[in-house]
């Protein structure tokens, strides 16, 4: 890219929910993780970013949900877009404009949908052309998880030893098997540690060597449960898979304990209704709300349920989502301000 042009792409990518979950590094700057992971994009749950890389900005912007980012937000984008005006030969700094279209707050991670959409949008307005593995990597960069909505359908990060091999590939289209996330939101406060420096944390614990030992067991059960549409199975190691890296945070040092009374409410009743005879299981990621997952004709029930629970604020609900894409804009909407009202689109019960 000549560093006089000024070029603009944007993107757009649904955040992920981890099956078998990342937790811990093997390199802290590149993120690599200690074990592999398998994930499901969330369709209707999105994020859009607009880069536009222009010669005459002295530095990096940030705009997030139409306020201006704090320092260490912008700071953590300008190093992903360092890594592509090294591949792209330029220097011009860019202008980030980012949206979600579901509450930052309500304990979604959102850096998984970020960081692969300002992957994809970077990389494309500094004129290149990355396959879905090197967009795989360069999102990795951003936030480990990113690497995961890179991506369609179901995922599974291939945790590597280098830059060149890790990164993510779909092993089903989102259309394999109708699934169903119901997000038992019980908390919308700002979690406390965030997942960067819970990750560093991870190996104070006893308990993770014995979880990463075992961790291609569960990879191995619940590719093959998702690739055999096998509920039982999945529900299984899925929980299994959440109560050891529950269970690897609670026994840190600090420890982190992110479960509220409400959380446990969800996580027991979720057991008794799975003894009912209806296809759902829990999984809960870095803070106290619940992820519910379901077979998509149980979700009816499974939503009614959840929001008699003392406890749950609001259930959010998401089917399997596609993979990152760029999006072709039309020009009139190169106002920066067209990004602050994204359509809400998830389903809000
Ligand atoms: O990508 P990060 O650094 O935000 O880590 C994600 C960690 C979990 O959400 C707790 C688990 C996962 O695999 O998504």
Redesign the pocket.
């Known amino acids: 890219m000549s560093d006089t042009t000024e070029r603009t792409a944007t993107a757009f990518a649904n955040p992920?929910i981890?099956f078998i979950?990342?937790?811990g590094n093997r390199d802290h700057e590149l993120?690599i993780p200690a074990s592999g992971?398998i994930?499901m994009n969330l369709a209707g749950l999105e994020t859009r970013t607009r880069v536009r890389f222009d010669s005459n900005l002295s530095a990096d912007t940030l705009t997030l949900n139409g306020q201006p980012a704090a320092e260490a937000a912008r700071a953590r984008v300008a190093r992903l877009l360092d890594r592509v005006r090294e591949m792209a030969g330029t220097r011009a700094r860019a202008e980030v404009v980012s949206a979600n279209n579901f509450p930052t707050a309500a304990g979604i991670?959102s850096?998984?949908s970020a960081y692969a959409a300002l992957a994809l949008a970077a990389s494309a307005a500094a004129g290149l052309a990355l396959d879905e593995p090197a967009l795989s990597r360069l999102a990795r960069t951003g936030?480990?998880?990113?690497c995961r909505s890179v991506p369609g359908g179901f995922v599974e990060w291939q945790a590597g030893t280098t830059h060149e091999d890790s990164y993510a590939f779909s092993i089903a289209p989102p259309d394999h098997w109708h699934l169903v996330d119901c997000v038992a939101v019980v908390s919308t406060r700002h979690k406390t540690t965030g997942?960067?420096h819970g990750?560093a944390l991870a190996p104070t614990s006893p308990l993770q060597a014995a979880r990463l030992e075992d961790a291609p067991r569960r990879l191995d059960i619940c590719r093959q449960a998702i690739l055999e549409r096998d509920f039982e199975a999945f529900a299984e190691v899925v929980e299994l898979d959440s109560n050891l890296?529950h269970a690897v945070m609670m026994t840190s040092s600090p420890r982190l304990l992110y479960w509220l009374p409400a959380t446990l409410a969800v996580m027991r009743a979720v057991e008794r209704w799975r003894a009912e005879g209806l296809s759902a299981c829990y999984t809960i990621?870095?803070g106290p709300n619940v992820h519910v997952i379901c077979l998509h004709e149980h979700h009816p029930e499974i939503v009614h349920r959840l929001k008699a629970i003392p406890g749950v604020e609001q259930v959010l609900t998401a089917t399997p989502g596609g993979a990152a894409r760029l999006l072709d804009e039309p020009a009139a909407s190169n106002n920066p301000r067209s990004l602050q009202n994204l359509p809400g689109q998830y389903l809000r019960s």
Do not use: V
């Open positions: 992920n981890a979950k990342y937790w993120r992971s994930s991670a850096s998984a936030s480990g998880s990113a997942s960067t990750h890296m990621d870095a």
